[in-house]
T-cell receptor
Framework: GQNIDQPTEMTATEGAIVQINCTYQ??????LFWYQQHAGEAPTFLSY????GLEEKGRFSSFLSRSKGYSYLLLKELQMKDSASYLC?????????????FGTGTKLQVIP | EAQVTQNPRYLITVTGKKLTVTCSQN?????MSWYRQDPGLGLRQIYY???????DKGDVPEGYKVSRKEKRNFPLILESPSPNQTSLYFC?????????????FGDGTRLSIL
């Protein structure tokens, strides 16, 4: 089975940097997604990590350590519009139907 | 514009009155899925479909039905809704079966069962 842990809530200041952690325990692992979800809206895809290391996409970066079952999403130069929930989701090893399991999400509040 | 469209966006109804939430995607995606999202529980999969006429249960299928008669449509049916099905529902699609492809989500349907 899959077990995914994320902090429930975080608060950070506009212009700052915030790191949102995600740990997972899984019987099989292919990669890890990060999605952003504004309140009452649909989740939208941010990143997918398969290999260990940091991948950067503008202000957002995502890190993965497969051996530690650990990922984080790094948001730089925070803006008020970054206030949202951030969902990590695990994709099991490839082959056949693959169900993605979502964590419960981290609600980020950006304050002035 | 590539999108997943759900209807209705909001619905308040009563226990036992059958309802259908429609979902349509215009990306020719093979895989479609329904999730419910509840506070503290995250997104939980209800049913999924890998192609036309191929559907299977997710983690929380009780009380729900689905069908996939056309590739673009994947309706969610509540035959006899109950208050514990009050939730925010999302339909999603992705291109193929592999879990390494991102999903595209509809805007959500907020259901209240009284």
């Amino acid at each position: 089975g899959q077990n995914i842990d994320q902090p429930t809530e975080m608060t950070a200041t506009e212009g700052a940097i915030v790191q949102i952690n995600c740990t997972y325990q899984t019987s099989g692992f292919n990669g890890l997604f990060w999605y952003q979800q504004h309140a009452g809206e649909a989740p939208t895809f941010l990143s997918y990590n398969v290999l260990d290391g940091l991948e950067e996409k503008g202000r957002f970066s995502s890190f993965l350590s497969r051996s530690k079952g650990y990922s984080y999403l790094l948001l730089k130069e925070l803006q008020m519009k970054d206030s949202a929930s951030y969902l990590c989701a695990v994709s099991p090893r490839s082959g056949g139907y693959q169900k993605v399991t979502f964590g419960t999400g981290t609600k980020l509040q950006v304050i002035p | 514009e590539a999108q997943v469209t759900q209807n209705p966006r909001y619905l308040i109804t009563v226990t036992g009155k059958k309802l259908t939430v429609t979902c349509s995607q215009n990306m020719n995606h093979e895989y479609m899925s329904w999730y419910r999202q509840d506070p503290g529980l995250g997104l939980r999969q209800i049913y999924y479909s890998m192609n036309v006429e191929v559907t299977d249960k997710g983690d929380v299928p009780e009380g729900y039905k689905v069908s996939r008669k056309e590739k673009r449509n994947f309706p969610l049916i509540l035959e006899s809704p109950s208050p514990n099905q009050t939730s925010l529902y999302f339909c999603a699609s992705r291109e193929g079966h592999e879990g390494n492809q991102p999903q595209h989500f509809g805007d959500g349907t907020r259901l209240s069962i009284l």
